[in-house]
């Protein structure tokens, strides 16, 4: 059965810090997500990592793969408001192809502080 | 496009009705799926399909039921509500296991079985 454990599952932090969400994942598996819920809300696709060493980009959010180590991180970088949110990974299953079946992390949920 | 659309977006139902939650894609996904979301669990697969007339089970199929007869449509049904299906429900499409793999999902549907 495969399991995903997301760390921290809380994290307050002040505006302008770094910090890293990490996910570990306990199969081999190179298609891993990110996903953004604001309270509420519907989950909104943020990265899809395809590959062992896949890193993406998209503003002040990084997220890389490990499939080696079955690890992908989420970096945020210089944090503001906005990104105050709860953060998903999610990994199928399956490699390759892959299986349409996501098991996901219990979510990181962030508040960014003045 | 509207994308994925569930309805309704809240219902209160009693132990022991039926209801059916309803979703629609138009974007000619091949795949749909439906997550429940409780306080703390993350995500959680409860059925599956991979294409009109083909459906899986996920992680948690017990108490649901579910067809596809169109590409379209992929109606979730609960023939006897019980106070554990309390959640949110969210259903999700993806273009094709060939492609991303990417999810989009719907804005959920909250349930309430008193």
């Known amino acids: 059965e495969l399991k995903v454990e997301q760390n921290p599952l809380f994290l307050s932090m002040q505006e302008g810090k770094n910090y890293t969400i990490y996910c570990n994942y306990s199969?081999?598996?190179?298609?891993l997500y990110w996903y953004r819920q604001d309270p509420g809300k519907s989950l909104e696709s943020l990265f899809v990592l395809l590959s062992n060493g896949a890193v993406k980009q998209e503003g002040r959010l990084m997220a890389s793969l490990d499939t080696k180590a079955r690890l992908s991180t989420l970096h945020i970088t210089a944090a503001v408001h906005d990104l105050s949110a709860t953060y998903f990974c999610?990994?199928?299953?399956?490699?390759?192809?892959?299986?349409?079946?996501?098991?996901f992390g219990k979510g990181t949920k962030l508040s960014v502080i003045p | 496009n509207a994308g994925v659309t569930q309805t309704p977006k809240f219902q209160v139902l009693k132990t022991g009705q039926s209801m059916t939650l309803q979703c629609a894609q138009d974007?000619?996904?091949?795949?749909m799926s439906w997550y429940r979301q409780d306080p703390g669990m993350g995500l959680r697969l409860i059925h599956y399909?991979?294409?009109?007339?083909?459906?899986d089970q996920g992680e948690v199929p017990n108490g649901y039921n579910v067809s596809r007869s169109t590409t379209e449509d992929f109606p979730l049904r609960l023939l006897s509500a019980a106070p554990s299906q309390t959640s949110v429900y969210f259903c999700a499409s993806s273009y094709s296991r060939w492609n991303t793999g990417e999810l989009f999902f719907g804005e959920g549907s909250r349930l309430t079985v008193l």
């Open positions: 999610a990994v199928d299953k399956d490699s390759g192809a892959g299986s349409y079946q996501l098991t």
């Open positions: 199969t081999t598996s190179d298609r």
């Open positions: 974007m000619n996904h091949e795949y």
């Open positions: 399909s991979v294409g009109a007339g083909i459906t």
